[in-house]
């Protein structure tokens, strides 16, 4: 399946889309979801285990994890990267579950803050990040869109994307997920 009609079968399911990289000869042991996950990889592979049955998945192959399925994760030696729909069965990403998230996939996560008014010129960094307004708001303007997140909102800016900030007048507090881990594609 290509990418963009993934992910818009994803939204029209309502899941929220989710880009993900993760380092080379990840493991995860037995673990299970708080969501229904659906997933497209784009390069590399990943290794699922159900049931005692590893079935591995590669560039352009898609697979499904339902909510509370038990299962564990091998990355393969170039790392995977891949398109994931999650969708909860409250529909809300709270604060918690972020976390849960951020930790799972291998994030460092860190609290901050801006001034109210704060503005950043274009730049990008050499990190993924994935942010979560927990007071405040902020501008975030990439690919010639501008995109305000509030408290409970969340967003994902990869590694390279160029973008530009901009905090509202009451400032703004946050929690963001940080990884440095672009794997190799084919």
């Given at each position: 399946?290509?990418?963009?009609?993934?992910?818009?079968?994803l939204r029209?399911?309502?899941?929220?889309?989710?880009?993900?990289?993760?380092?080379?000869?990840?493991?995860?042991?037995?673990?299970?979801?708080d969501?229904?996950?659906?997933?497209?990889?784009?390069?590399?592979?990943?290794?699922?285990?159900?049931?005692?049955?590893?079935?591995?998945?590669?560039?352009?192959?898609?697979?499904?994890?339902?909510?509370?399925?038990?299962?564990?994760?091998?990355?393969?030696?170039?790392?995977?990267?891949?398109?994931s729909?999650?969708?909860?069965?409250?529909?809300?990403?709270?604060?918690?579950?972020?976390?849960?998230?951020?930790?799972?996939?291998?994030?460092?996560?860190?609290?901050?803050?801006?001034?109210?008014?704060?503005?950043?010129?274009?730049?990008?960094?050499?990190?993924?990040?994935?942010?979560?307004?927990?007071?405040?708001?902020?501008?975030?303007?990439?690919?010639?869109?501008?995109?305000?997140?509030?408290?409970?909102?969340?967003?994902?800016?990869?590694?390279?994307?160029?973008?530009?900030?901009?905090?509202?007048?009451?400032?703004?507090?946050?929690?963001?997920?940080?990884?440095?881990?672009?794997?190799?594609?084919?």
């Amino acid at each position: 399946m290509d990418k963009t009609a993934f992910e818009a079968e994803l939204r029209r399911e309502g899941y929220r889309v989710v880009n993900t990289s993760v380092k080379p000869n990840l493991v995860v042991p037995n673990h299970c979801h708080d969501f229904d996950a659906k997933v497209l990889v784009l390069g590399g592979e990943i290794t699922v285990t159900r049931d005692n049955c590893p079935t591995t998945f590669r560039t352009g192959q898609c697979f499904e994890v339902p909510m509370g399925c038990m299962h564990a994760e091998h990355v393969g030696p170039e790392g995977v990267a891949f398109l994931s729909g999650r969708r909860r069965k409250e529909g809300v990403l709270t604060l918690e579950a972020f976390e849960s998230d951020l930790r799972r996939e291998g994030f460092d996560i860190v609290n901050g803050g801006q001034q109210p008014n704060f503005a950043e010129d274009m730049h990008a960094h050499d990190f993924d990040a994935r942010i979560m307004v927990l007071s405040g708001e902020i501008t975030v303007t990439r690919d010639g869109k501008a995109d305000t997140f509030h408290a409970g909102d969340h967003c994902e800016i990869p590694a390279g994307c160029q973008h530009t900030t901009k905090v509202g007048p009451e400032g703004v507090a946050f929690i963001v997920g940080k990884a440095c881990r672009r794997p190799a594609m084919n």
